[in-house]
């Protein structure tokens, strides 16, 4: 019997949080733009069940790239209207990054040719 078993990376946009503060410059009470990166099997061309759910948030004054801790990732998922607690986010990209890598879902900066993370070409 044969399975057609893939797996492929998505990207949602889970739309404006409000984050106490970024640390990069200093912003406070501002909302931003949060991802959800994750990984998805396909089978037979039916999507299943993603994991490796990742969730990043930038900065909307200076761009600064933050990845949320998971935990606070699925929380502020589930409540629109959560804030996001700048505690549970560690920076990952100093510059813009308007990049996600397609393999690895890690953001990467606009002129970069290869993922700094897995080394595939972009
Ligand atoms: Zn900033
Ligand atoms: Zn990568």
Redesign the pocket.
Known sequence: MFFFIAVVSGREELGLRRCGR?P??G?VGATAPVTCVFQRFILFFIPLFRFGRRYFVS?P??G?VYEIEPEEGRRIERDPAAEIDPERMHRVSSGRAANFCPNCGSPVPLDARYCPRCGTRL
Do not use: Q
Request: charged letters at 0%.
């Open positions: 970024f990069c410059c912003t900065c004054n200076c600064a």
